[in-house]
């Protein structure tokens, strides 16, 4: 992905300073609006004042604040990283995988409108979604590191592992059936996914060179 010309204006302002009181209040309202159009009418349908009308507030505020749907959207997947999630720690990697991909199929394969298959369908179709769903994918990931370090200090690798590689490895399968060919949804693909990657793990195929 090319650089912006000017990385100052890329870069939306709400990630550079969060606020309270009521600026608070209307960036709430606003990417709750984004969220609930985005489900509604799809990228295509998705505009500034359509966004401000449903949020609430005036077309200026949101162009002052956001500049562009790009933006709106950014600023939304920017904001899933604002939580204090953290990865389970069940006492083994499988289960540990196991329980991440639990959460990865509740999220994909929920009935209904899904907001998690739109966003990440949205970052195709604008390089402020797409810059962000990256930046939400690292923090994730880096996260998640703490399954792997947990399993090797357990004894259950050879060693030390890739993180990214192998929760990648467990997870990819998900993405792939529930994403991608939207094949009817499995509740055993969780485990039997985990199942595949700890195994892997435990012969060594993502060990790194100590």
Not at 20 to 35: I, K, M, N, P, Y
Not at 96 to 111: F, K, P, R
Not at 138 to 163: I, Q
Request: hydrophobic share 40%; charged share 25%; glycine share 8%.
């Amino acid at each position: 992905m090319q650089a912006s010309e000017d990385s100052s204006r890329q870069e939306p302002a709400t990630r550079r300073r969060r606020t309270g009181g009521r600026s608070a209040r209307v960036r709430t309202q606003v990417l709750e609006a984004v969220g609930a159009l985005l489900l509604e009418a799809g990228y295509d349908g998705l505009t500034v004042d359509a966004v401000a009308e449903r949020a609430g507030v005036h077309r200026t505020t949101v162009y002052r604040r956001w500049r562009d749907v790009g933006h709106l959207l950014a600023d939304v997947l920017d904001t899933a990283s604002d939580d204090t999630w953290t990865p389970p720690d069940t006492g083994s990697l499988e289960d540990d995988l196991t329980a991440l991909n639990q959460e990865v199929y509740e999220a994909l394969a929920g009935g209904g409108p899904n907001l998690t298959m739109a966003l990440i369908a949205a970052g195709f179709r604008s390089p402020e979604a797409a810059a962000a769903l990256s930046r939400f994918w690292d923090d994730r990931y880096a996260r998640c590191a703490a399954v792997v370090t947990r399993a090797a200090d357990r004894g259950e690798l050879p060693g030390p592992a890739d993180s990214r590689a192998l929760l990648i490895a467990a997870t990819a399968p998900l993405y792939h059936e529930l994403l991608l060919i939207r094949a009817v949804p499995d509740p055993t693909l969780p485990h039997r996914a985990a199942r595949v990657a700890a195994a892997a793990a435990r012969a060594g195929t993502f060990s790194t060179p100590q």
